[in-house]
């Protein structure tokens, strides 16, 4: 069902932006940053969400040197499976499922992966070796400093071909704005699935999951990865963001992040396309690589800022702006951008949902 590099970039990763590092990249990225991001903690577990084969799963890693621990479960099935590995000499992870001698599983993951987007680069097998799967995952942006967590809530039907794993935030007291947030959530998830009506149901599938943009105790940006077949000569991949604001209870807007005009649009268009055509020579690079062939120059650029249509959705990282864009089934892959900070600093609205 998976197949093809567009399928490998559901998540894009988080990293924490310190105080000390914003300091030494400028007075502009300061007027830009999460005032949660700034006065986040930083922990050394890390949260990644993702694929084994065709299932949804979520990952919890703590680093410790070269010792590593953690648990994983299936969205479906929601029970820890324990993991211990090491990173070795060379820097590729090594991890083995199950308790005690009897182990069920295990993690081979490359040391830097190749796969646009993506995080953790893993290939799953028996202990043998058999039964062989991928395994794409990504750091989620979590930096709750309360209880708040996200857990998965699965929707399920076999005979609909409907596999779908969608966000709800959980708590010892769960707020008025945490309820609303869920609420909104489920319905538009549910609403896609009542959308969805395929030609036929034989080889037809609905297939979403989802991608922790960033979340403090403040504000949540979280992207939804939404991939189906209805019939026709190719699935239908989409992603969609929900960015809300746990304070004021309500859906922020662009309007809450930049200042009135047109020229953040602008500069986000000139960076994403430089981007787009940098990445498209990355993938090339990899192609020619992997085919043992030398690497073919592009006579023009694969997209221009004139050529951009209209952005599609948008959500934010610890490490920027979150671009969208429904580009057709070749060049799905380019859909989402990461844009710095740096780059749309000038237009932001004072006091907006980005600010120092």
Request: one cysteine or more.
């Amino acid at each position: 069902m998976y197949t093809g590099i567009r399928n490998h970039t559901f998540i894009l990763s988080s990293a924490l932006v310190t105080h000390d590092k914003l300091k030494h990249i400028g007075h502009l990225l300061l007027t830009l940053c999460l005032v949660s991001i700034v006065h986040a903690q930083a922990t050394p577990d890390k949260t990644y969400r993702g694929r084994l084969g065709d299932k949804h799963i979520e990952m919890r890693l703590t680093v410790n040197g070269a010792k590593v621990t953690g648990t994983y479960f299936y969205d479906r099935f929601k029970q820890d499976i324990p993991l211990e590995g090491t990173y070795d000499a060379k820097g590729q992870l090594e991890l083995l499922e199950g308790s005690g001698k009897r182990k069920t599983g295990k993690f081979i993951c490359k040391k830097e992966s190749e796969t646009p987007g993506v995080d953790l680069d893993c290939e799953w097998s028996r202990p043998d070796g058999t039964g062989k799967a991928f395994v794409f995952l990504n750091e989620q942006g979590l930096l709750f400093k309360s209880d708040i967590s996200i857990k998965p809530k699965v929707i399920n039907d076999r005979q609909r071909k409907v596999d779908v794993s969608y966000p709800q935030l959980s708590a010892s007291v769960i707020t008025p704005a945490m309820g609303e947030l869920n609420r909104l959530i489920e319905s538009r998830v549910n609403k896609a699935i009542k959308e969805f009506e395929p030609e036929s149901y034989s080889n037809a599938y609905f297939d979403t999951t989802y991608n922790v943009l960033f979340a403090d105790d403040e504000k949540v940006s979280i992207e939804l990865n939404e991939d189906s077949y209805a019939g026709g000569a190719h699935p239908s991949e989409s992603l969609w963001t929900v960015n809300y604001d746990l304070k004021a209870n309500r859906e922020l807007t662009l309007e809450d992040v930049f200042k009135p005009g047109d020229e953040y649009k602008t500069a986000i268009a000139e960076f994403v396309a430089k981007d787009i055509n940098r990445r498209a020579e990355e993938i090339e690079r990899i192609e020619a690589r992997e085919n043992n062939r030398p690497p073919e120059k592009r006579e023009e650029p694969v997209m221009t800022a004139d050529q951009l249509p209209n952005m599609n959705t948008w959500g934010f990282t610890t490490k920027g702006f979150v671009a969208y864009f429904d580009f057709p089934h070749v060049m799905a892959v380019f859909d989402k951008t990461i844009v710095p900070y740096s780059i749309v600093a000038r237009y932001a609205k004072p006091n907006g949902v980005v600010r120092n």
